[in-house]
């Protein structure tokens, strides 16, 4: 079992959820629920249950972990949080064994679940027939006849008049 990328895994899940699963009973929750389905909801709480109660015993992981509920796009306080789940699963395999199944779990019982983070000019389509376009770029869905496709900025248009050959 790769410990590293279990480790990560288990991070990509939990980051966007964990001020919801450090609130938990609040409104906000709900959503979170119905976004994800209750199973779903259900497992995540549960594999948040198994790491937090290992993370509670390490100083730096609960620091961890509350650096991320205060900033969770901060890559270092991800990546700091990562590290102790990292640690935790290293020194229990029996904990590991059971993450990994709860991750498996998840997977089923939630519908796909997609996160993308987008710096400067692009574009990221994600899911079943995303189509996306980046900066300048042109999306086509089917055919494209008898037109013009100009993209880019500054540029200039003239009509040329009847007999014009320039």
């Given at each position: 079992m790769d410990?590293?990328?279990?480790?990560?895994?288990?991070?990509?899940?939990?980051?966007?959820?964990?001020?919801?699963?450090?609130?938990?009973?609040?409104?906000?929750v709900e959503t979170v629920a119905q976004e994800i389905g209750k199973e779903g909801w259900g497992k995540a709480k549960t594999l948040w249950r198994k790491i937090s109660q290992q993370t509670q015993a390490r100083e730096a992981a609960r620091e961890a972990v509350q650096?991320?509920?205060?900033?969770?796009t901060d890559e270092d306080?991800?990546?700091?949080?990562?590290?102790?789940?990292?640690?935790?699963?290293?020194e229990d395999n029996s904990l590991a064994g059971e993450i990994k199944k709860l991750l498996e779990e998840?997977?089923?019982?939630?519908?796909q679940h997609f996160q993308a983070r987008l710096e400067g000019?692009?574009?990221?389509?994600?899911g079943e027939r995303s189509v996306a376009a980046g900066a300048g770029g042109v999306a086509i869905g089917g055919n494209v006849q008898g037109g013009n496709i100009i993209t880019g900025s500054g540029n200039t248009f003239a009509r040329k008049k009847e007999g014009d050959d320039r």
């Open positions: 410990i590293g990328a279990l480790a990560k895994e288990v991070t990509t899940l939990l980051v966007p959820l964990m001020p919801y699963l450090a609130k938990a009973g609040e409104k906000a650096e991320v509920i205060d900033h969770p306080a991800v990546a700091a949080l990562r590290l102790q789940i990292k640690k935790v699963l290293a998840f997977r089923r019982a939630s519908p000019s692009g574009a990221i389509a994600q």
